[in-house]
């Protein structure tokens, strides 16, 4: 009875903390079960579960594929040359799209979407080098890992101002950071820290110069090459679902200081069954209906 009594107090003492909202105390909620404190006098949380679980993958699957181009070819997009035309033209094409001469699609990213359990994801020791060369972000895509590093390097005797923005469609990009790099050998390194896309724009001068940070909290992620191929290796036996997403390359317009207004990237998905042992075919078509499908 006295137990019950208790109860119903803490209960009561409560409702009447948010009636005449002065608060509860600390002791009142943690007898509630609102939480607990730890040994400096701070509430304690209730850790969230992993997003992505390790587990050992014995003679795991693999996902196999390529990005072809379907349709007519696009006429090249050129965009003028504000600054620096001495060394990088009068004109600069747009590397929004990069379509091989048998119609591979390159710089498209794929992953598996919503995998919770799988081979543990590794972190490279050494930051992924994005070299600023021949005018532009060398490679213009990456995929990387969460705590991975990435070092831009101007490779090129001329100002480049690398400035990055975390990329959500439907909504504004919000800057992460804007590093000028004044000299050939000049570098910023950062650490991934969350998983997203950055778009990574140069503004110092030249606007047609864009590349592209994915990171994930998984393993199972891949960059088309230059043919469009890709590979996922693996991969525990099961239902899954296939991703792709390759930016938009429509243009609609241009800004102030003649950087493209680009379409609303192309994001595509597609289920598929892995079995242990077994390598599992699933290719993907990107073009202008597809772009246009996706807006801007």
Known sequence: MGSLLRALWTIVSLLLCAVIATGCSDEEREEAGEGSRTTDGRRATTPSPPSYEPIAVVNGGTIT???????ARPEPIEIAVPMHAARCGETQRSPAIEISRRGGVSGTVVWLEGIRRGRALQVPAEP????????????????VPVGAKVTWRNDEPILHNVHASFFERARPPRSWFSEG???????????????????????????????????FEHPYFAVSDAEGRFQLTGIPPGQYVVRVWHEGFLTSGATESGRPVYSAPIVMSRPVTVSTGHDTTVDFEVGVAAAQAAGD
């Open 65 to 71: 594929g390529s990005v072809q181009w379907a349709g």
């Open 181 to 215: 790099l004044p000299e050939q050998g000049a570098s910023h390194e950062v650490t991934i820290e969350r998983a997203g896309v950055v778009r990574v724009v140069d503004d110092a001068g030249h606007p047609w110069m864009l590349g592209w940070v994915h990171a």
């Open 128 to 143: 992924v080098v994005v070299s600023i060369a021949d005018c532009g972000f060398r490679p213009h895509v990456v995929a």
